[in-house]
T-cell receptor, first 113, second 115 residues
């Protein structure tokens, strides 16, 4: 049973560019959440998708957007990249019900130069 | 609003010694609580979770945590540290907000195990 898979594993972009990160959830999971983890920090919630809609959003600007597809996979898009966007981006899948633990992928390391 | 405070950004123990990682939370309603572990260049893995019922929760790799409502704490312990326990540990709290449960994570505690 495959867990959460993310691609690519590493990415280097220049300021002002746009990036798309991809995530496939664990089998049986219908909810995908995205987190940003800066070096030495805990994961910060970006947004959550369920039934192809954004259910909740954290304190991130509109430059961060996402999408969920009918097969539950998801994309995170970041426009107009800033140096401060350099971080590990984690995708986590779960079932929607309260208390359902998150299952994380290994993340995409984004470096903005 | 919910929040998590992990006391100590680094904890250093000798192999075989007791591990104690501290977590205090803030939540306006009874929360769900989690501990996750992160090894270098990997995502987070669930160690254990508290939902309802027994306040002492057993997890994987010999870890356990005790939910103390009066102290709003959920400290993680392990009787005897192994070298393989060296990693980053995150406490998370999840309570309902706008119909969703979105976990909030602490800043993490790096566990260092000396031979």
């Amino acid at each position: 049973d495959a867990g959460v898979t993310q691609s690519p594993t590493h990415l280097i972009k220049t300021r002002g560019q746009q990036v798309t990160l991809r995530c496939s959830p664990k089998s049986g999971h219908d909810t995908v959440s995205w987190y940003q983890q800066a070096l030495g920090q805990g994961p910060q919630f970006i947004f959550q998708y369920y039934e192809e809609e954004e259910r909740q959003r954290g304190n991130f600007p509109d430059r961060f957007s996402g999408h969920q597809f009918p097969n539950y996979s998801s994309e995170l898009n970041v426009n107009a990249l800033l140096l401060g966007d350099s971080a590990l981006y984690l995708c986590a899948s779960s079932r929607l019900r309260g208390g359902s633990p998150l299952h994380f992928g290994n993340g995409t390391r984004l470096t903005v130069t | 609003a919910q929040s998590v405070t992990q006391l100590g950004s680094h904890v250093s123990v000798s192999e075989g010694a007791l591990v104690l990682l501290r977590c205090n939370y803030s939540s306006s309603v009874p929360p769900y609580l989690f501990w996750y572990v992160q090894y270098p260049n990997q995502g987070l893995q669930l160690l254990l979770k508290y939902t309802t019922g027994a306040t002492l929760v057993k997890g994987i790799n010999g870890f356990e945590a005790e939910f103390k409502k009066s102290e709003t704490s959920f400290h993680l312990t392990k009787p005897s540290a192994h070298m393989s326990d060296a990693a980053e540990y995150f406490c998370a709290v999840s309570s309902p907000s706008g119909g969703s449960y979105i976990p909030t994570f602490g800043r993490g505690t790096s566990l260092i195990v000396h031979p």
